[in-house]
């Protein structure tokens, strides 16, 4: 299976097939433990023979940023070439090794994007694909939104990718689909907690470089695709459609259904003599759903996970 994967890696016909920054995010949810998790987690990614090939062939431009709140974002490692398995390792020994540079701040993801988008206007060369890969477990609180960014990075021509960490915020997954990601190609990666953010990570990356350098199947997707598809041992998102199956949040359970309308600006509906509004939008649509005994119900996509 390794061979074959390999052999789907693209050899170096060009310079730098992608430009990487690896966003991190060491807000104050995140504690010691958590941090350590992220760090060796992502080290131990790098020591992948699949993601380490991916990068040489790709003859990729990584660079490290931690970030917090409105005003604290740092790079931890600058721009690296990686042009040998030697620099592969030269790259993970430093990740290893980097120390915390903020605690006890907020979230800021919208000025994480900015800032990382002025370190992908340094690249010490062109690369075909600017990608800022973000990973956290909160929604932004402070500072820009990420939507006040999307016109600099569609200029840009640049992709938002996204890990959200599951645990501290109820719906982390739908915020980031809703909220993160942006542009051709952009999906999202899942961690069932910190402990799970070591296979996330490997799979993140190995989603990033094998499966899109290759050329494999994706099609461009908008920000706020919402739906989950499964991709070996783990999941990114796709764009979720009618006769889709989305579960929500319901009291104490879960409520289970299958998309019947889809709506890309506010809908209000009469459902059991109650008017029920969403302001959809195209970055975060709503949802008309029905369930298995006929009842219908008006979600956002930020509510909606798939089944």
């Known amino acids: 299976m390794l061979a074959l994967l390999l052999a789907l890696v693209p050899a170096s016909a060009q310079a730098?097939?992608?430009?990487?920054?690896?966003?991190?995010?060491?807000?104050?949810?995140?504690?010691?433990?958590?941090?350590?998790?992220?760090?060796?987690?992502?080290?131990?990614?790098?020591?992948?023979?699949?993601?380490?090939?991916?990068?040489?062939?790709?003859?990729?431009?990584?660079?490290?940023?931690?970030?917090s709140g409105r005003t604290r974002q740092t790079v931890s490692i600058p721009w690296?070439?990686?042009?040998?398995?030697?620099d592969v390792s030269a790259l993970r020994?430093?990740?290893?090794?980097?120390?915390r540079a903020y605690r006890n701040y907020a979230t800021a993801i919208g000025e994480v994007l900015g800032y990382?988008?002025?370190?992908?206007?340094t690249t010490p060369h062109p690369c075909d694909r600017p990608v800022i890969d973000v990973s956290g477990d909160g929604v932004s609180n402070e500072g820009k939104r990420p939507a006040d960014l999307?016109?600099?990075?569609?200029?840009?021509?640049?992709?938002?990718?996204?890990?959200?960490?599951?645990?501290?915020?109820?719906n982390i997954v739908g915020y980031?689909?809703?909220?993160?990601?942006?542009?051709?190609?952009?999906?999202?990666?899942?961690?069932?907690?910190?402990?799970?953010?070591?296979?996330a990570i490997r799979r993140k990356l190995v989603t990033e470089l094998v499966q899109r350098l290759s050329g494999a199947p994706g099609e461009p997707m908008r920000s706020g695709a919402g739906l989950h598809s499964d991709y070996q041992q783990g999941r990114r998102t796709m764009a979720i459609s009618v006769g889709d199956e989305v579960t929500w949040s319901w009291g104490n359970g879960t409520g289970t259904g299958t998309v019947k309308q889809v709506y890309t600006e506010?809908?209000?509906?009469?459902?059991?003599?109650s008017e029920i509004t969403r302001n959809a939008t195209d970055d975060e649509p709503a949802y008309l759903i029905e369930q298995e005994d006929g009842d219908r119900v008006l979600k956002s996509v930020t509510e909606v996970e798939a089944a």
């Open 116 to 121: 990382a988008a002025d370190l992908l206007e």
């Open 176 to 199: 980031y689909e809703a909220r993160v990601l942006f542009g051709p190609g952009a999906f999202l990666e899942i961690a069932d907690g910190y402990d799970d953010y070591p296979r």
């Open 80 to 86: 690296t070439s990686i042009e040998s398995h030697a």
């Open 16 to 67: 730098c097939a992608v430009a990487l920054v690896l966003a991190m995010d060491v807000s104050g949810s995140v504690n010691r433990e958590e941090y350590a998790l992220q760090m060796q987690g992502l080290a131990d990614a790098l020591g992948d023979p699949l993601v380490g090939e991916a990068l040489v062939n790709a003859e990729a431009l990584v660079s490290l940023v931690q970030w």
């Open 266 to 273: 506010s809908v209000t509906k009469t459902i059991k003599g």
């Open 150 to 170: 999307h016109a600099r990075l569609a200029q840009a021509g640049i992709t938002v990718n996204g890990l959200a960490i599951r645990g501290s915020e109820p």
């Open 93 to 99: 020994a430093r990740v290893a090794g980097i120390g």
